[in-house]
């Protein structure tokens, strides 16, 4: 074991105002276990972190206490959403994103993805219709079959059928755009669950 | 799992290791791996034990009723220390079963959109008070993120569970969360034409 747990795990406690709504505002996170701080930092943490400015954000900092799994999960999610080769546009791997957090309930993660598909699609509106009536909005026939899909793929047990991949198909969605709304929804399960167990989301912008 | 590929995500999905499917994004695909790798063949020294990692492994298998990763993980725990736990993990499992995601959002505007579900607790006389905090965890990451808060924390410290180890764990489960729907979807993807 790396450390005794039961004589050195204090929990943090935030006397913080927590957001009950799903919003595209700015919002901060704040982790229940202390993460690490800048001087415990060895190499292997600042590479793990990949980009030096996480170093200031207490999600990173809580995740670098594993820095393996932190860095292999960073270098994922960057193909994943900034992987300008062909497949899903940016904005619809974001949607993607966005609905699979809103059907878990992660205001956090909503709100940063909501963010980037309303500013990579230019359709604000529409994003907010998502946040505020939940993964039954309807917009657009492929919207619509994203939102779906990312519905069916992300319960427990997994929903997803041909069904819905005929629907993403007869919005003129290719093999490889198609791979890459099944890699943001389910890079976006694993996400959620970070985000929501290990800390909470608060008004602010923190994380 | 005979598909010709060392890659654990191209073997759940069934995919050849010539897939043209994941070729557009090799980063993902490489560093998906490795989180695999880094999580349950190979973890760092004085981390989580390796037996309690294929444990939870099976149970995350088992709630998501995906029987090419029960197979694949159920595999690995015959092979290690921890094998003798198999049929404890296999009942936890079955009576864990249920549909997600539900749960409570923080009280207001979004409460109407509260669902109610099982709070899972495990059996420690067959687990140990260990693995029996983490699979009570695992179920709530599962199916009831939403529910997750400081009081799920302050349970795995009382089990004995230290802050870098809940780290792992909590990366450990959500990325079992990714990794089987990443290859059930593509395996479904590759049977659609």
Known sequence: MTEPAMAETVLLDHDV?????????????????????EGDLTERHWEALVQKRRSKMPYFMLLARDPDILEYRTRTDMDIFHNPDSGLPRAERELAAAATSRLNGCIYCASVHARFAAQYSKRF???????DE???????????????ASVALSETP?????????????????DPAIADAINAIAFFNWANRLMLSLGLATKGNTA | MMTG????????????????????????????QKSYEALFLRPARDMMPLDERLAIACFVAGLHQDAPAIEHYGALLLDSPAASLSAAIAAAASAGATTGPYGAF???????????????????????????????????LVFHPRDAGRTAIEDLVAAGWSSTEIVTLSQLISFLTFQIRTAGGLRLLAATK
């Open chain 2, 5 to 32: 590929s060392d890659d654990a995500i191209d073997a759940l999905a069934g995919l050849p290791a010539d897939s043209g499917l994941r070729a557009l994004r090799p980063e993902a695909r490489a560093y998906a």
């Open chain 1, 17 to 37: 105002e927590e957001p009950n709504v799903f919003t595209q505002d700015m919002l901060g996170w704040e982790g229940w276990l202390p993460p690490l701080e």
């Open chain 2, 106 to 140: 923080p009280p207001g505007p979004l409460s109407v959109e509260d669902m109610s579900g099982p709070h899972y607790a495990a059996d420690a006389a067959a687990l140990g008070p260990r693995l029996a905090a983490a699979f009570k965890h695992a179920h709530l």
């Open chain 1, 125 to 131: 509106d529409e994003v907010q219709r998502l946040l």
């Open chain 1, 134 to 148: 939940g993964v039954g909005a309807r917009i657009d026939p492929r919207w619509d079959a994203i939102i779906d």
């Open chain 1, 158 to 174: 997994s929903r997803f059928g041909p069904e819905h991949v005929a629907a993403l198909r007869a919005t003129g969605m290719d």
